[in-house]
């Protein structure tokens, strides 16, 4: 068919000098320069003698007119229908838009599908006037408006009521975060308008958009046909900003009255119906991917995940997997629960023993029905690249009675080919790894279930990544290339944890990594996005850099940064620092230090762990010579609980003299060199002379505050950005500890959100951080699953929380000895009203307020101790979801708090 249309382009770009503008268009390959007019405004025109396509795909490109070169171009193709039929002119009018972070963010499943959903209701959908001969469509997006409102536009034509306050042409939001809207007109008059909010029950414009009125002047209509297209851009509104509150709370902590002995993903949706009722948007969870290892309360720990795809077992509503057919089996486990639920805290080898063999019996059972389960075979088949080597370790693990891969023998190194030939080895095999199938495919299902009854309730669920993965997992087993084993993932020493943490983990290969674009970090965040519609990025100065922590040391003190810049012995020498690797580089052990530190065992530690050299001057024996080996002799299968006085304190003190050192030499060769952390508190330090003193504190502060600043922004923007656009799962980042400086900017840049805690001042020169300062992108809260509650912060430090008292509560006299309702009001409210994007609470914070609801225990809430890597992660809440729905004084109080403080 022959017809002849116009496109007519109009584009708005501030250029820099010798930049000029291009169109590209998907169809037929057009490349064309627009000609710039005035006012920053861009033009050109096209014209179709036959239909390219049904919509016309384009975008814009800037190239340098001394070379042709393209400098930066629209990540997304844009789409116009191109009704032939009906117009034989489009005129567009575009703002050139390079895709931004800020876009991106608000693209994200958390507002489109969660919070701004309008395609609930088809009604709602946008539908395009049948008739007219000149159209005019306006089109925006990423303009985030309550549901009980709508963008609208008004201007000073009758088609939009004339700037009169009761009568705006709505857009459509109904496929958020576009808008649209589209008007009939007569005249190819210009005509001014803004962009308006309108309350959808009064009809009336609450909020006009800022700035000057914006202008459309269309060029004479033609008899013809014409569709005007007008995509905004750059709106905002004063006093209208999002701005929203959540709970933070473990799903191992939650209780309800048809728990067992745990929380379960069930139970998210009482929690959901709790957050409703007080106005909560979001609920932040603990990581949730199994981390069977020990069958021990080492598994409570939730970063040491086995899979970072499979889902933990002990999260699994057992009594809607099915029935039991068994009476007596049925009449145990209905005994079973009232037990464990009445505990205070998790039993949590308990609750997974028996969730684990309620999952056999009831597969058991039903095996043969779920094997014909459309669904179940159909999950199978979707999730079988990581389920399959997940069921295989399960099952290895089970059948050598240890997670520790490297004992098991011919299945030491993961071989497709093995376990294949494994499941051929018979039916009981084959039932074994269907049953781990089976679990997950349960788990997988509840979760869902409980995301979508959420959603429902315009109510996001939140997950966590940990940074790293079990030493002995699924991961490390199957992909061994993209780990190093010979560090350990930690962080360098703070006021948590004095010593530095070391978490096990093995550290990335990043570099492995990168060659296949981070295909198993898009994996492992793929899967997560089918849960969560927003996640949180433990440690995400991981990214940047990590804490490592060599094999051989306990304690995250004897750590360094990677990747690094360690010291050369020529830069050392520049500084005046002549490395004496004896001196420099082993333990300092002196026979006052022992006194020092030993006291009355002295003589023991000697005697048994060290060898004179000189006179006075000792070395540990080659067999006690790391941390590892010592620890290895004292636990020698024990736990650190069960060690005595003595054994505790030599344990220690040995591994105190291990540290005592001040560089960490990069290798065996001894040419390259990292100042060990906090070496100034070193008995080897402070018996320097006052000159190498000052030479290694320069070389100190040059590396941990200086030197790799570059090094580790470029790390940062060349692993995250490719992570954080793989999912539309909304992003943010624990930035808590040791930050450098490039670590804020980078989050601003790619608009992860960052975490403020007032406790916890990112500037170092103030005690408190302000919530009233914090930066909009960011989450505030109050504590963390790695700190005390409000309430126990307040009795730790009686001086520090009077000043918190008088300064930042800015209250008269005496600060009372326990935060009582009142005071955990304030901050709660304090928090409220800070310009963040959001406001997560603990749960226990948010109990706090209500001296009907808080525990009697309030150093029991505290979730994790992070100075003890063997913590016991058993924190319940005290009381049922259900007491907490009917609590209703306090429910319409938190609802009331909220609502004053503007969030939506």
Request: net charge positive.
């Amino acid at each position: 068919m022959q017809y002849n249309m116009k496109i007519k382009i109009t584009c708005f770009y501030r250029a820099l000098n010798r930049e000029n503008l291009y169109i590209i268009t998907d169809n037929d390959g057009l490349e064309k320069q627009l000609k710039y007019t005035n006012n920053n405004l861009w033009e050109t025109e096209l014209e179709y003698s036959s239909l390219p396509a049904k919509n016309l795909k384009y975008k814009y490109l800037i190239k340098d007119s001394s070379d042709n070169k393209t400098i930066k171009q629209e990540k997304d193709l844009r789409s116009i229908s191109l009704n032939t039929k009906r117009f034989q002119e489009i005129i567009i009018k575009d703002y050139y838009s390079e895709n931004t972070n800020e876009q991106r963010l608000w693209d994200s499943s958390f507002f489109t599908r969660v919070l701004f959903n309008r395609n609930d209701n088809a009604g709602n959908k946008f539908r395009f006037p049948s008739s007219g001969k000149q159209i005019v469509e306006f089109k925006t997006k990423f303009v985030p408006v309550k549901k009980t409102h709508s963008l609208g536009i008004s201007g000073n034509i009758p088609e939009l009521g004339n700037w009169n306050e009761n009568s705006a042409l709505k857009l459509n939001g109904y496929r958020f975060p576009e808008w649209k809207a589209v008007m009939k007109i007569k005249q190819s008059l210009s005509f001014e308008y803004k962009f308006v909010i309108i309350n959808n029950s009064t009809g009336k414009i609450i909020h006009w958009e800022k700035g000057n009125n914006r202008v459309f002047s269309p060029p004479a209509f033609p008899e013809k046909t014409c569709h005007c297209i007008i995509n905004d851009d750059n709106i905002s509104f004063d006093n209208y900003v999002f701005r929203s509150t959540g709970v933070a709370i473990p799903v191992f902590s939650l209780r309800t009255k048809q728990s067992f002995g745990i929380g379960d993903f069930s139970d998210l949706k009482l929690l959901t119906d709790w957050a409703v009722k007080t106005r909560l948007k979001l609920i932040q969870i603990l990581p949730v991917n199994d981390t069977t290892a020990h069958f021990s309360h080492l598994d409570s720990y939730p970063y040491n995940t086995i899979s970072v795809f499979a889902l933990n077992p002990a999260y699994l509503n057992i009594f809607e997997t099915g029935k039991l057919k068994n009476n007596k089996n049925r009449i145990r486990f209905e005994k079973l629960q009232q037990k464990l639920n009445s505990k205070y805290h998790v039993d949590y080898p308990t609750v997974l023993k028996y969730k684990l063999e309620y999952a056999r019996l009831i597969f058991k059972e039903q095996k043969d029905s779920v094997r014909r389960n459309p669904d179940f075979r159909s999950f199978v088949t979707k999730n079988k690249k990581w389920l399959k080597p997940y069921a295989a370790f399960c099952y290895l693990r089970d059948k050598y009675g240890t997670s520790n891969f490297n004992k098991w023998e011919d299945y030491a190194t993961y071989s497709k080919f093995k376990i294949t030939k494994l499941l051929k080895a018979g039916q009981e095999i084959n039932d074994e790894f269907q049953l781990w199938y089976f679990i997950q495919y349960q788990l997988s299902k509840q979760l869902k279930e409980a995301r979508d009854y959420a959603r429902s309730k315009e109510i996001a669920i939140k997950g966590d990544v940990p940074i790293g993965v079990g030493r002995n997992s699924v991961d490390t087993w199957c992909n061994p290339r993209l780990f190093n084993f010979d560090g350990q993932a930690g962080a360098p020493p703070d006021d948590f944890a004095t010593e530095g943490q070391n978490w096990g983990f093995p550290t990335y290969n990043w570099n492995e990594m990168a060659k296949d674009n981070y295909k198993w970090w898009k994996e492992r965040l793929s899967k997560m996005a089918e849960y969560f519609d927003a996640y949180r990025i433990d440690h995400i100065l991981g990214f940047f850099r990590i804490w490592e922590v060599p094999y051989h040391a306990i304690q995250g003190i004897l750590g360094h940064f990677r990747p690094a810049l360690p010291f050369s012995r020529e830069e050392l020498q520049e500084a005046d620092i002549w490395v004496d690797t004896n001196r420099y580089c082993k333990p300092f052990i002196r026979e006052h230090v022992l006194e020092e530190i030993f006291g009355e065992y002295s003589d023991k530690v000697r005697k048994l762990f060290l060898n004179e050299t000189e006179l006075n001057i000792y070395e540990l024996k080659t067999e006690y010579n790391t941390q590892r080996k010592v620890q290895s002799y004292f636990l020698n299968g024990r736990t650190r609980k069960e060690l005595n006085k003595e054994e505790t304190i030599i344990m220690s003190g040995l591994f105190r003299l291990i540290s005592e050192v001040l560089l960490l030499a990069e290798d065996k060769m001894l040419e390259k060199f990292h100042p060990r952390i906090s070496m100034h508190s070193t008995f080897s330090f402070m018996e320097l002379n006052k000159s190498k003193q000052n030479a290694l504190d320069k070389l100190y502060i040059d590396y941990y505050y200086n030197r790799h600043e570059e090094l580790w922004k470029n790390e940062a923007l060349k692993k995250l950005p490719p992570l954080i656009n793989s999912t539309k799962m909304l992003v943010c980042g624990e930035d808590l500890g040791m930050i450098p400086s490039v670590v804020p900017e980078v989050m601003q840049d790619l608009k992860i959100l960052s975490l403020e805690v007032q406790r916890m001042p990112k500037d170092p020169n103030v005690e408190f951080a302000d919530p009233a300062k914090a930066p909009y992108y960011s989450v505030v809260t109050t504590s963390t699953h790695d700190t005390s509650t409000i309430r126990g912060w307040w009795e730790e430090d009686r001086e520090r929380t009077q000043r918190y008292y008088n300064h930042q509560l800015g209250q008269q006299g005496e600060a009372p000895y326990f935060a009582e309702p009142w005071i955990c009001k304030e901050i709660i409210n304090q928090h409220l009203h800070s310009p963040a994007m959001l406001t997560i609470f603990p749960l226990q914070d948010l109990l706090a307020i209500s001296d009907e609801l808080r525990s009697d225990d309030t150093h029991n809430e505290q979730i994790n101790i992070p100075s003890n890597p063997d913590h016991y992660w058993k924190y319940r809440l005290h009381l049922n979801i259900e007491e907490l729905l009917n609590a209703d004084d306090f429910n319409r109080t938190l609802n009331l708090m909220i609502k004053n403080s503007g969030r939506w």
